[in-house]
């Protein structure tokens, strides 16, 4: 992955002249759906607008037309991702006539979060480490975008203080073993922090 400019000219305004067309939100759509497709394929390296315009069938200038670059689209792509993974969260959450308890829940949710696919939501928290000032979005939207769901599996007569500390704690954690297991292949050494951070919470609950 080029860190440094994706496509030459990094923070590159886009032409927006379709904003407010329902045509041509339809076709930024379209483009943003492929290029999404494309990096949940095939990650974050060596992404570039060019690469972008390959995977959605058309020309760096016509991404330019709809996005504000490449930072934007990568923005936006990744945002499409998380939204994707959160929507399979919230069906585990839900799942049967009961809910879950926290435990529960992150055993259910585990298999998504490492799956092949998720990975590139890994390799962006590496990008936000690597230059936060430009890639700040990219850790600030992932907690924004999961603590709704952290907070509605908590139970329902806890303090909102408890439940933030709680969703604070299972965000906090779970990403630390997201890092550890595609960096560390010490796959047993994860399964035992996951197996107590599920002890955790069903302590947690039992106070």
Partial sequence: MDTSAYDGTPKQAGYRRSAGSPRG???????????????AVNGLVDFSLRRAARAAGTTH????????GADDLLKQAIHQLREKRIGQAWAAATEGADRRTLAGWV???WPDLVGAEARVLEQAIGLAMYDPERYAELGRGASEQYLPVLLSVCPEHWPVQRK????????????GFLVDARTSGDAAGTAAGFEALARALEREEAV
Wanted: net charge neutral; hydrophobic share 50%; no cysteine.
């Fill in 164 to 175: 933030h500390e709680v969703a604070a704690m299972i965000l906090a954690t779970l990403r």
């Fill in 61 to 68: 200038k016509v991404l330019l037309y709809h996005f504000d």
């Fill in 25 to 39: 939100e339809a076709r930024r759509r379209e483009l943003l759906d492929r290029v999404t497709d494309d990096l």
């Fill in 107 to 109: 055993r259910a949710v």
